[in-house]
């Protein structure tokens, strides 16, 4: 069956660095486009950025410049470096399988003022 399991979250302050990794079992990972999204407390899941077989990567205005979004297909992990890191930062990260129903189980990232 499909896994997605993503890694890397944690407490950072502002305006620091974290690396969020997701390794996916049970799909064909180098075929497929990938995408990390996120939500806040309240608010809606929303997309942050994703990155396409060929490693064409989209990015979320709100994050461009900040993140970058890769993956490794002999590992079948795809990766969201952030940077500069912001409160309004703080969310729940997922992994998804773009065009499928299938999702990780999210890592908390927060960012401290």
């Known amino acids: 069956q499909v896994q997605l399991v993503e890694s890397g979250g944690g407490l950072v302050q502002s305006g620091g660095s974290l690396r969020l990794s997701c390794a996916a079992s049970?799909?064909?990972?180098?075929?497929?486009?990938m995408g990390w999204y996120r939500q806040a407390p309240g608010k809606q899941r929303e997309s942050v950025a994703t990155i396409s077989t060929g490693g064409s990567a989209n990015y979320a205005d709100f994050v461009k410049g900040r993140f970058t979004i890769s993956r490794d297909n002999a590992k079948n992990t795809v990766y969201l470096q952030m940077d500069s890191l912001k409160p309004e930062d703080t969310a729940v990260y997922y992994c998804?399988?773009?065009?499928?129903?299938?999702w990780g189980q999210g890592t908390q990232v927060t960012v401290s003022s």
């Open positions: 049970g799909m064909p990972f180098s075929v497929a486009f």
């Open positions: 998804t399988w773009l065009g499928s129903p299938y």
